[in-house]
């Protein structure tokens, strides 16, 4: 198998999987429909391959018409309108913050925790 066979049989097998997508889609939007026009096709394998094709071509060309009509109304970010880009610096400072009943709270469980601490002590020193 040559190069460019293969590339023409992947991108036929790209377009075959993205047209049967979009079939899929459409089935589920309008069953009716999709089902007379894949009942038309019968059993014939490859007129099926083939519209399924021309359908992925065809949302293929549209989903790239999409992107590049959304890409064509970003601003460029590696084109500068300045000559030389503006450098800002922010300073901050970090302060610690201190709830005081966080602090109360930790400070009682703290005081807890020794004297469950002394009683497991004088309860290991009675065995």
Known sequence: MYPDDLSQTLQKGFRVTLGATASLLEAIQDPENSSQKF??????VNRLTEELEVKGETTER????????????????????????????????????????????????????????????SLKGQD
Request: no cysteine; glycine share 2%; charged share 20%.
């Open 39 to 44: 009942s038309a096709l019968g059993n014939d």
């Open 62 to 121: 549209e989903a790239r018409l999409f992107v590049d009509s959304l890409l064509s109304q970003m601003p460029n970010p590696f084109t500068s309108s300045a000559s030389e880009p503006e450098v800002s610096t922010i300073t901050t400072v970090a302060s610690p913050v201190v709830n005081t009943s966080v602090q109360s709270d930790l400070e009682a469980l703290t005081q807890e925790l020794a004297e469950i601490r002394q009683e497991i002590e």
